[in-house]
């Protein structure tokens, strides 16, 4: 299984992205989703996770109102619709697959993580 996440770049407080990940493989929709950040010097922190079909969804606080996680199974790619963004959110940002039976914030549920994309927000 691989993961490819896209879509970071540099931007400016108060404006928008959205990363993808793209995942290889099948039965994508039998699989909860994650995104995780990393900021320089800092452990990665959980973002947001998804369950496989979509229906239920959680979020750290600090992007709570701000973020949005989803998913489209049939081109196997989750999405992070980033509203609002804030210097703090500057970090690479990594898409994580897990096979639990319901979406964690916890890193050792999840199997298979994909290399990170850089988002950088200037103030």
């Known amino acids: 299984v691989q993961l490819q996440a896209s879509g970071g770049g540099l931007v400016q407080a108060g404006d928008s992205l959205r990363l993808s990940c793209t995942a290889s493989g099948r039965a994508f929709n039998l699989f909860n989703m994650g995104w995780f950040r990393q900021a320089p010097g800092k452990e990665r922190e959980f973002v947001a996770a998804?369950?496989?079909?979509?229906?239920?969804?959680d979020y750290v606080d600090s992007v709570k109102g701000r973020f949005t996680i989803s998913r489209d199974n049939a081109e196997n790619t989750i999405y992070l619709q980033m509203n609002s963004l804030k210097p703090e959110d500057t970090a690479v940002y990594s898409c994580?697959?897990?096979?639990?039976?319901?979406?964690?914030?916890?890193?050792?549920?999840?199997?298979?993580w994909g290399r990170g994309t850089l988002v950088t927000v200037s103030s």
């Open positions: 994580a697959r897990s096979p639990a039976s319901r979406i964690s914030r916890g890193s050792p549920d999840y199997t298979y």
């Open positions: 998804i369950s496989g079909r979509g229906g239920a969804t």
